[in-house]
């Protein structure tokens, strides 16, 4: 499965954009048995959007799920539309992230997220 975290200006060696529309970069991840593989790292493509822009450029990425410290609802909306699903975090740094998905310690609105994460831990 593809994971978008959105970054500030320092991408997979930063912390996790506080909020989401105002992200400088994301870092688009793939969480596989084998573990966690970084794909890429986009530019935020826009400085002005409407909550609609975001969601359709990732699922064009092909992205499940997003990782997010702060959204509007208006985005989450957006993504929901697109089947992709939105994961709150505590984690700070990009790095913490990747390492919460390994643990399985990622959540997504009440419940915690196991599927997929459980196989790959080290």
Not at 21 to 44: Q, Y
Request: aromatic share 4%; no cysteine.
């Amino acid at each position: 499965m593809k994971v978008a975290i959105p970054t500030d200006e320092k991408g997979l060696e930063g912390n996790v954009a506080e909020h989401f529309g105002r992200a400088m970069k994301f870092v688009i991840v793939e969480v596989g048995k084998s573990g966690i593989k970084v794909l890429k790292t986009l530019e935020g493509p826009f400085v002005e959007h409407s909550p609609s822009e975001l969601p359709k450029l990732l699922k064009e990425e092909g992205v499940d799920i997003v990782v997010v410290a702060g959204i509007g609802r208006r985005a989450m909306e957006e993504f929901s539309k697109r089947g992709i699903r939105i994961m709150s975090v505590s984690a700070k740094s990009v790095k913490e992230i990747m390492k919460e998905m390994i643990k399985g310690m990622v959540e997504t609105g009440k419940e915690m997220i196991k599927a997929g994460f459980e196989s790959m831990k080290p």
